[in-house]
Nanobody
Framework: QVQLEESGGGLVQAGGSLRLSCAAS????????MGWFRQAQGKERVFVAA????????NYADSVKGRFTISRDNAKNTVYLQMNSLKVEDTAVYYC?????????????????WGQGTQVTVSS
């Protein structure tokens, strides 16, 4: 069992930056591939980024490539999402998730543990 807790969300102006953190419980954090998803109001949850547990390979949604960076610190049981050059359309609740998959999969159905989410609001 893994429990995930996101933090770092908030209100930021367009063009600004935020860094989201996701702290995981348990001693097996390094054995999970970690992902970030987001859900805008009235829309479905969509993939943002993932980081493979084994290879360190990353995967990003086209909409965030070049602006967002996913990373992890296994010693701190934490995964991060650095978000730069934020746009109004990045406004959403951001969720971190963990999967046993060895690859940085974008498929939400592969993720077995989810956090409660943190709100990110980007103003124009």
């Amino acid at each position: 069992q893994v429990q995930l807790e996101e933090s770092g969300g908030g209100l930021v102006q367009a063009g600004g930056s935020l860094r989201l953190s996701c702290a995981a419980s348990g001693r097996t954090f390094s054995s999970y591939t970690m992902g970030w998803f987001r859900q805008a109001q009235g829309k479905e949850r969509v993939f943002v980024a993932a980081l493979s547990r084994s290879t360190g390979i990353t995967n990003y949604a086209d909409s965030v490539k070049g602006r967002f960076t996913i990373s992890r610190d296994n010693a701190k049981n934490t995964v991060y999402l650095q978000m730069n050059s934020l746009k109004v359309e990045d406004t959403a609740v951001y969720y971190c998730a963990a999967t046993n998959s060895p690859v940085a999969t974008p498929f939400s159905g592969a993720y077995i543990y989810w956090g409660q989410g943190t709100q990110v609001t980007v103003s124009s």
